[in-house]
């Protein structure tokens, strides 16, 4: 049985930092491509970056310069750098993987639990 358990949120200061990851359990899983998407109270889950199990990043516009995918493959773990937070960032985050299990050679979709970052102005 897969999981994604997402953490690192919290409540930080317009400016700070955070680092959001995202780790994989369940024996013989390898997280190939994944995302990260971000919900605000009332409005629709949107898409804001992606990597490919290659490495191959992509951003939503909104987050450029700002956020940063990436991937610990030995780790099994996908990360969200976020700098010069804002309070527009304030969501609740979420993974989204592509999980191979490797024993069968099949993969997956999961999502993560969501974890809640709040930026105060």
């Known amino acids: 049985q897969v999981q994604l358990a997402e953490t690192g949120g919290g409540l930080v200061q317009a400016g700070g930092s955070l680092r959001l990851s995202c780790a994989a359990s369940g024996s013989n899983s390898r997280i190939s491509g994944a995302s990260w998407y971000r919900q605000a109270p009332g409005t629709q889950r949107q898409w804001v970056a992606g990597?490919?199990?290659?490495?191959?990043?992509t951003y939503a516009d909104s987050v450029k310069g700002r956020f940063t995918i990436s991937r610990h493959n030995a780790e099994n773990t996908v990360y969200l750098q976020i700098n010069s937070l804002k309070p527009e960032d304030t969501a609740v985050y979420y993974c989204?993987?592509?999980?191979?299990?490797?024993?069968?050679?099949?993969?997956?979709?999961?999502w993560g639990q969501g974890t809640q970052v709040t930026v105060s102005s």
């Open positions: 990597i490919t199990n290659g490495g191959s990043t």
């Open positions: 989204n993987a592509n999980v191979l299990i490797t024993r069968t050679g099949l993969t997956s979709s999961y």
